[in-house]
């Protein structure tokens, strides 16, 4: 019996198809649920020779950890916090990049029940400013790369609640009360006790906060408790299906919460290892060879990292171990799915969720086909509605906001349970009994999901409704578009225009007739009201370091260079 089989009771192929799965799937947990504990201890004291994880440095340096390994290391990293002083309900600020040591301690602070909160070494002094303040952060634990110590010890001062700062990589700045991360823990006992009474944790407990990428504002500060591991079960196990002794391979920066998506707790429920890939810089034709020298059998990758890996000749790596492939972040375009399955046979399955929720609508492989330009279905232990702005069930076709049946006190596991200090925003998002997740789309006559983009993103012109995706797909197909972006521009006459934001292939060139070409490629090959009526041709566009392209930055910059 696999640890997942545990908490579900059935293997994952014993369902006949997505109608019994949906219906009869569900999570059985004990009130005192820890991942730590009750899957990375039992699987290191079980089966202790099996791989967990294999690292890589950025120059191709290779560690190898087995379950028993996570669970003796995860040991000492929480008897070395305890000796710092961090206890049960401490916030912890976590910069490790892709470093092992990530795992390390955020399996260590769910054993001591500290709270860990995952941020990206991109932050600058105003970054920490806020998260430490917001947070009330006691402890923060930085990568010794680059400059981010730097960083935040020019901000320092305006964090009170800060006590101890370390930093990772034997690199301890002179000055500034830095600690040597690594030492510490590598001294550590590895032997620790589950902490009964006071100090034990609840699975209702809160287990991590994470700061949304946000669309407008400042970013919100979202709680998950000890459930949310349990809610990754369909992430890893149903959606990525991940291999029993596999190997996956999911992109993502410790950053953000799409690395527990992919490199974390579905994976290990699965018992599969996990591939971590510590490089700078994201470069197709080097993944592409990371997948075949390493064989992985499982990937997932935002569709932006599919499209850049199709610009190599991907016949020239041998594939054969890949077996499963999946799709989040963005919408997929038809393009990137129909190249991808003619170069590697392979399928791509989408998902779709937010840093509030597990993965809750896609397609899952066995039980459903992937259908061009739709996201999926409702996955098991969500049931989703799409709803108009005045709460009524849309109609099939009818666009409205993905919502989640829920409460606060009856919910999936995975799903958010509201925002730290922030009662307005956790009424907002939980109210007549769903949560409202503020993304678009509609339901076709097979209840399927078209997914058409956040409501910030929806471009309203001339009455008409255009999502960017619609637009992005269409000119995606274009010989001449790498990449490209589509928001609205204000404007006096329509109240917004579509604008497409442009990256160009090798050997294209901005110019006047690229660019009536494209428009007019978009007007023969979808409504001609969705056209873009400005095209901008840029040498890159702004992504969050998971990959999504940040629309809401382009936006921003053009109120003030459209400003009527």
Same mark, same amino acid.
């Given at each position: 019996?696999?640890?997942?089989?545990?908490?579900?009771?059935?293997?994952?192929?014993?369902?006949?198809?997505?109608?019994?799965?949906?219906?009869?799937?569900?999570?059985?947990?004990?009130?005192?649920?820890?991942?730590?504990?009750?899957?990375?201890?039992?699987?290191?004291?079980?089966?202790?020779?099996?791989?967990?994880?294999?690292?890589?440095?950025?120059?191709?340096?290779?560690?190898?950890? &087995?379950?028993?390994?996570?669970?003796?290391?995860?040991?000492?990293?929480?008897?070395?916090?305890?000796?710092?002083?961090?206890?049960?309900?401490?916030?912890?600020?976590?910069?490790?990049?892709?470093?092992?040591?990530?795992?390390?301690?955020?399996?260590?602070?769910?054993?001591?029940?500290?709270?860990?909160?995952?941020?990206?070494?991109?932050?600058?002094?105003?970054?920490?400013?806020?998260?430490?303040?917001?947070?009330?952060?006691?402890?923060?634990?930085?990568?010794?790369?680059?400059?981010?110590?730097?960083?935040?010890?020019?901000?320092?001062?305006?964090?009170?609640?800060?006590?101890?700062?370390?930093?990772?990589?034997?690199?301890?700045?002179?000055?500034?009360?830095?600690?040597?991360?690594?030492?510490?823990?590598?001294?550590?006992?590895?032997?620790?006790?589950?902490?009964?009474?006071?100090?034990?944790?609840?699975?209702?407990?809160?287990?991590?906060?994470?700061?949304?990428?946000?669309?407008?504002?400042?970013?919100?500060?979202?709680?998950?408790?000890?459930?949310?591991?349990?809610?990754?079960?369909?992430?890893?196990?149903?959606?990525?299906?991940?291999?029993?002794?596999?190997?996956?391979?999911?992109?993502?920066?410790?950053?953000?919460?799409?690395?527990?998506?992919?490199?974390?707790?579905?994976?290990?429920?699965?018992?599969?290892?996990?591939?971590?890939?510590?490089?700078?810089?994201?470069?197709?034709?080097?993944?592409?060879?990371?997948?075949?020298?390493?064989?992985?059998?499982?990937?997932?990758?935002?569709?932006?990292?599919?499209?850049?890996?199709?610009?190599?000749?991907?016949?020239?790596?041998?594939?054969?171990?890949?077996?499963?492939?999946?799709?989040?972040?963005?919408?997929?375009?038809?393009?990137?799915?129909?190249?991808?399955?003619?170069?590697?046979?392979?399928?791509?399955?989408?998902?779709?969720?937010?840093?509030?929720?597990?993965?809750?609508?896609?397609?899952?492989?066995?039980?459903?086909?992937?259908?061009?330009?739709?996201?999926?279905?409702?996955?098991?232990?969500?049931?989703?509605?799409?709803?108009?702005?005045?709460?009524?069930?849309?109609?099939?076709?009818?666009?409205?906001?993905?919502?989640?049946?829920? &409460?606060?006190?009856?919910?999936?596991?995975?799903?958010?349970?509201?925002?730290?200090?922030?009662?307005?925003?956790?009424?907002?998002?939980?109210?007549?009994?769903?949560?409202?997740?503020?993304?678009?789309?509609?339901?076709?006559?097979?209840?399927?999901?078209?997914?058409?983009?956040?409501?910030?993103?929806?471009?309203?012109?001339?009455?008409?409704?255009?999502?960017?995706?619609?637009?992005?797909?269409?000119?995606?197909?274009?010989?001449?578009?790498?990449?490209?972006?589509?928001?609205?521009?204000?404007?006096?006459?329509?109240?917004?225009?579509?604008?497409?934001?442009?990256?160009?292939?090798?050997?294209?060139?901005?110019?006047?007739?690229?660019?009536?070409?494209?428009?007019?490629?978009?007007?023969?090959?979808?409504?001609?009201?969705?056209?873009?009526?400005?095209?901008?041709?840029?040498?890159?566009?702004?992504?969050?370091?998971?990959?999504?392209?940040?629309?809401?930055?382009?936006?921003?910059?053009?109120?003030?260079?459209?400003?009527?």
């Amino acid at each position: 019996m696999t640890i997942y089989e545990k908490y579900v009771g059935r293997n994952r192929d014993d369902f006949k198809d997505y109608d019994d799965l949906v219906k009869n799937y569900k999570v059985s947990y004990p009130e005192t649920f820890n991942f730590a504990y009750d899957v990375i201890d039992e699987l290191g004291r079980e089966k202790p020779d099996k791989l967990a994880m294999i690292w890589l440095s950025k120059n191709k340096e290779e560690k190898r950890f &087995t379950f028993r390994d996570m669970m003796l290391w995860s040991n000492k990293a929480a008897n070395y916090l305890k000796s710092l002083g961090i206890n049960k309900g401490d916030k912890v600020l976590l910069v490790l990049k892709r470093s092992y040591y990530f795992w390390f301690t955020m399996l260590g602070l769910h054993k001591i029940g500290g709270i860990p909160i995952q941020a990206t070494n991109m932050l600058v002094g105003h970054d920490f400013t806020y998260r430490c303040n917001k947070g009330e952060i006691k402890a923060v634990i930085i990568t010794g790369d680059d400059d981010v110590t730097e960083h935040f010890d020019a901000v320092e001062k305006e964090c009170p609640t800060v006590k101890l700062k370390l930093v990772t990589k034997h690199k301890v700045p002179k000055g500034g009360n830095w600690i040597d991360f690594e030492d510490g823990i590598e001294k550590a006992s590895d032997v620790f006790t589950r902490p009964t009474g006071k100090d034990a944790v609840n699975a209702k407990d809160i287990m991590l906060t994470s700061f949304t990428s946000g669309t407008t504002g400042y970013p919100k500060m979202i709680m998950h408790d000890f459930t949310y591991p349990l809610g990754h079960i369909v992430t890893g196990v149903f959606w990525h299906r991940v291999i029993d002794g596999g190997l996956h391979f999911t992109i993502s920066d410790t950053g953000w919460l799409k690395s527990l998506w992919g490199k974390f707790y579905g994976q290990w429920f699965g018992e599969s290892a996990v591939l971590v890939y510590d490089f700078d810089k994201f470069d197709g034709e080097d993944i592409l060879k990371v997948l075949q020298d390493y064989k992985v059998n499982t990937f997932c990758v935002p569709p932006t990292m599919y499209r850049f890996m199709l610009q190599k000749d991907i016949t020239k790596y041998d594939l054969s171990s890949l077996k499963h492939c999946c799709s989040a972040g963005e919408a997929l375009n038809a393009d990137i799915f129909n190249k991808w399955k003619e170069g590697t046979g392979l399928e791509i399955y989408e998902g779709f969720g937010q840093t509030e929720t597990t993965v809750c609508l896609g397609t899952l492989g066995r039980y459903q086909t992937p259908i061009s330009g739709f996201i999926g279905k409702a996955m098991p232990g969500y049931e989703i509605s799409i709803q108009g702005s005045d709460g009524r069930e849309c109609m099939i076709g009818e666009e409205g906001e993905i919502c989640i049946k829920a &409460t606060l006190q009856n919910k999936p596991c995975g799903l958010t349970c509201g925002y730290y200090k922030d009662e307005e925003s956790t009424k907002h998002g939980f109210r007549n009994g769903y949560f409202h997740t503020g993304d678009t789309a509609y339901f076709d006559e097979r209840g399927n999901i078209k997914y058409i983009g956040r409501n910030d993103d929806v471009i309203k012109s001339s009455g008409y409704r255009i999502g960017p995706f619609e637009v992005e797909s269409v000119m995606l197909e274009h010989p001449a578009v790498l990449e490209v972006a589509v928001t609205g521009v204000p404007d006096a006459k329509r109240g917004f225009v579509v604008k497409a934001t442009v990256v160009l292939k090798e050997n294209y060139k901005p110019s006047d007739e690229l660019v009536l070409e494209l428009q007019n490629y978009v007007k023969n090959n979808t409504a001609p009201y969705k056209y873009p009526r400005i095209v901008e041709f840029v040498s890159s566009l702004p992504k969050t370091i998971s990959g999504k392209i940040r629309r809401v930055e382009i936006r921003n910059t053009d109120l003030e260079k459209y400003k009527q």
